[in-house]
C-alpha cells in the first residue's frame, strides 16, 4: 500500500486526487492548516496531519514515512508579492527541507505548477516546455519561482513539475458560478472569440499526477498536461448553454462584464465580501493567449486525455442537476 501526502486536500484538484487514491487503495495522508475546512476530508479514509508551513517539526512529523508527496497547496490571489511568496516559494522550500532532511526514503516530490510560471503564448503558437518562462501575473512568478526551488532540491529528492492549464471539473468554483448564471438565461462573453485557452478535465489531470508519479521516466521532468486541443470562451460557454436546453439567453456584451468585475473587485476591499468574478482573470481572457502542447507527456510516458470538451460538461450538468443546484 502506497502512502501519499497531499497538500490542498481540501481543494478542487486536491480533493479529486484524494478520492482516486484512495480508490487506487494507497494510503493517504492530508496535511492541513488550522483554517482549512475539513468537512469534506473528515467523510474520507484520510489520515488528516495539522501542520503549518513555518513549522519545521510539524512539517517533519508529516512527511516522516511518506512515499509520494502532492504538492498542490498554492495562493492564487493577492494584492502584492509577500502572501505569495510565503504561500507558494518558501512554503514550498520548507516542505522540501523537511522531506530532505528526515526522509530519505521519499519516492517523488510532485510539484503542481501552473501554466501561469510559463506565461502566456503567442497568438495561433502553442509553448512547449522548452519555451522561455515570461509571467506576467505575481502568481506565475511565484509559481516559477517555486518550480526553481524544486529544482535546486533535484540531487537530493527525485521530483516532477505538473503545470496544468484552465482545469474543468465538479467542484470548481467559478465553473460552477457559470452554469448557475446560464441557468438564469445569462451569458457573458467573455474573451474575443478566438482560440485562446487550453483546458482540461480534472480527471485527466488527475490520472497525469498519478502516472508521473510512479512512471521512474518522469523523474526530474516538466510537464505540461492539457485536452491536445484549442478553444475559445465563447465557444466554451455557447456550448455549455446548448447542453442546459438554454435556446434563447441574453448575451453581456464584454465591457459589461468588465464593469460588474471591476464593482465585484471594489466590493471585495472595502467590504470583505466574496468576489463575483476576479478582474484580472476576466481582462486576461480578452488581451492573452494560454496555448500549450502537452506532447512530451505523451511521447514520455504515454499519457492521453480521455475526455473530450463536451463529454465533460456534460457530466457537470448532469451531477449539478441530480444535486439539485441546476
Known amino acids: ?20 487514491l484512495i480508490e487506487k ?41 511518506i512515499e509520494y508527496v502532492f504538492h498542490l497547496a498554492t495562493v492564487i490571489y493577492g494584492d ?6 510565503k ?23 510532485i510539484y503542481v505548477s501552473s501554466i501561469a510560471a510559463s506565461g502566456p503564448s503567442e497568438k495561433g503558437r502553442l509553448k512547449d516546455e522548452e519555451d522561455e518562462c515570461r509571467p506576467t501575473s505575481l502568481y506565475g512568478k511565484s509559481k516559477l519561482a517555486a518550480e526553481e526551488v524544486v529544482r535546486a532540491y533535484g540531487s537530493r529528492i527525485p521530483f516532477v513539475i505538473l503545470r496544468p492549464p484552465n482545469v474543468l471539473g465538479i467542484r470548481q468554483e467559478e ?5 448557475l448564471t446560464l441557468k438564469k438565461g445569462i451569458s457573458p462573453r467573455l474573451g474575443n472569440g478566438d482560440r485562446q485557452t487550453t483546458i482540461c478535465f480534472v480527471e485527466d489531470v488527475v490520472r497525469s499526477l498519478i502516472l508521473v508519479a510512479e512512471a521512474d521516466a518522469a523523474t526530474g521532468q516538466t510537464y505540461f498536461v492539457t485536452d491536445n486541443d484549442t478553444h475559445s470562451w465563447r465557444d466554451m460557454i455557447d456550448t455549455a448553454s446548448r447542453l442546459m436546453g438554454k ?12 464593469v460588474t468585475a471591476l464593482v ?15 478582474l484580472i482573470d476576466i481582462v486576461d481572457s480578452r488581451k492573452r493567449y494560454w496555448l500549450f502542447k502537452s506532447e512530451k507527456i505523451h511521447r514520455e510516458l504515454g499519457f492521453s486525455p480521455h475526455i473530450t470538451f463536451e ?16
Open 264 to 278: 465585484s473587485e471594489g466590493l471585495s476591499r472595502v467590504f470583505g465580501v466574496k468576489k463575483l468574478v476576479n
Open 87 to 109: 504561500a507558494n516559494v518558501q512554503a514550498t522550500e520548507n516542505l522540501l527541507a523537511a522531506c530532505s532532511d528526515v526522509n530519505p526514503g521519499l519516492k517523488k516530490f
Open 175 to 179: 465553473l460552477k458560478t457559470l452554469l
Open 311 to 326: 463529454e465533460g460538461i456534460t457530466t457537470i450538468i448532469g451531477h449539478y442537476r441530480k444535486e439539485g443546484i441546476l
Open 247 to 258: 435556446r434563447f439567453v441574453l448575451k453581456i456584451p464584454f465591457p459589461l462584464v468588465y
Open 1 to 20: 500500500m502506497a502512502k501519499a501526502l497531499i497538500t490542498g486536500s481540501s481543494g478542487f484538484i486536491g480533493s479529486h486526487l484524494v478520492s482516486a
Open 80 to 85: 502584492d508579492w509577500q502572501p505569495f511568496y
Open 25 to 65: 487503495g494507497w494510503q493517504v495522508s492530508a496535511l492541513i492548516r488550522e483554517a482549512t475546512d475539513t468537512g469534506w476530508l473528515e467523510k474520507q479514509q484520510v489520515n488528516l496531519i495539522k501542520s503549518d508551513y513555518s513549522d519545521k517539526k510539524s512539517l517533519e512529523k508529516a512527511v516522516r514515512g
